[in-house]
């Protein structure tokens, strides 16, 4: 039998003066997985935490948190910690007055206090700081601040909206290593909004990709990127992201309005043997490889990756070919069609 969800969304909506919030939300969440919530500006991230967190109750729909209906429940009531970009710190408390405020709130005993101020600290690498006030601390030292106070809240839910917004973006990359530690080491549920897909498909279990307050896709990072449900998902998911070219162009696939091919698929072809000549537009050198982005007038987003350093004058022709195996098909309205049903030569 499958466990119950830890977290359940059913038909969430949510408006304000008739206008959209979010609309149809429906989730299930595991007990100790990292959910990321990912989508481009206003899709609706931060509305569903803020449903989940009870900032916000919903218009529709209901909410179950560990098996309790919570859906009109106040944010006290609901068993769960939350994390803000802002990392709304009390500025005239020491960080260690800031860490145990909620607890000090609760009653908790001083040694009990103490105790779980220490190992909050400790898991934070921020033992020797507890007397500075937030202001004499970095941006990141800040954020462990707030993940320290998640941490003795000791909630089985942690709600993170933007947690490293703020932050620049190798301190970014280094704390989103140890926030996902974390939420393993303590096995905690994680539910985290974002709007960087870098950041969603590295730390995710699972990703709710969303998009004008709809879902437009659930599931694993590897299934967002290998079998995106809609052009929209596969043209967010990537970097760079899924070329689309207009099916029309490629004859032998019917039935495919629209067909997607990833960076890795395409190669450089000899004159005369490619399947599609475009123009060379923009040559960027990552290091590593070189991106070669590649203009044609049926198709968007196309890019080769060559190793090392390339240079090639924009405006130079570069026929490119790919492998049938490795095209994605899009119907007319944008949605995955079956695999290979596009392919079948009709
Ligand atoms: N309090 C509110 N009153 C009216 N409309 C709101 C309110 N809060 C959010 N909205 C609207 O709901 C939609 C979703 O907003 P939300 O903040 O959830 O988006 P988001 O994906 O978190 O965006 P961002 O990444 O910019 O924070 C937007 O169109 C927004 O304008």
Not at 158 to 176: F, G, Y
Not at 269 to 296: D, M, N, Q, Y
Request: charged letters at 20%; glycine letters at 10%.
């Amino acid at each position: 039998m499958m466990a119950a969800p830890f977290v359940h969304m059913d038909s969430v909506a949510k408006r304000w003066n008739g206008q959209l919030g979010v609309e149809d939300i429906s989730l299930s969440i595991p007990r100790g997985s990292f959910v990321a919530l990912l989508g481009p500006s206003g899709c609706g991230k931060s509305t569903t935490l803020r449903l989940l967190s009870g900032l916000e109750l919903p218009d529709e729909g209901t909410i179950t948190i560990d098996g309790r209906n919570v859906t009109t429940a106040a944010p006290s009531e609901r068993n769960l910690s939350m994390v803000f970009q802002s990392y709304a710190l009390f500025p005239h408390l020491s960080v260690a007055e800031n860490v145990v405020f909620g607890l000090k709130v609760r009653k908790v005993a001083a040694s009990d206090r103490r105790e779980k101020l220490t190992r909050a600290l400790e898991i934070t690498g921020l033992l020797g700081y507890e007397n500075r006030r937030p202001g004499e601390l970095s941006g990141g030292q800040r954020q462990r601040v707030a993940l320290a106070r998640a941490i003795v809240a000791n909630q089985p839910l942690c709600l993170m909206d933007e947690p490293l917004s703020n932050l620049d973006a190798k301190l970014r990359a280094s704390v989103r290593k140890d926030i996902k530690k974390l939420q393993v080491d303590l096995g905690i549920t994680v539910i985290y909004v974002t709007h960087d897909q870098t950041e969603a498909m590295s730390m995710a279990d699972m990703v709710v990709l969303m998009k004008d307050g709809h879902i437009q896709q659930t599931g694993t990072p590897e299934e967002l990127y290998y079998r995106p449900a809609n052009t929209f998902v596969a043209e967010f998911v990537g970097a760079p992201p899924m070329a689309l070219i207009e099916g029309s162009i490629l004859p032998s696939f019917g039935n495919a309005a629209t067909i997607g091919l990833r960076a890795e698929s395409l190669s450089v072809a000899e004159t005369g043997k490619g399947r599609l000549t475009c123009e060379v537009s923009e040559c960027e050198f990552l290091g590593s490889e070189t991106f070669i982005g590649l203009s044609h007038p049926s198709a968007t987003g196309l890019t080769v990756r060559m190793p090392g350093l390339k240079q090639i004058e924009t405006g130079e022709k570069m026929e490119i070919s790919f492998a049938d195996e490795d095209l994605h098909f899009f119907d007319a309205t944008g949605h995955r069609l079956a695999d290979q049903s596009g392919a079948s030569g009709s």
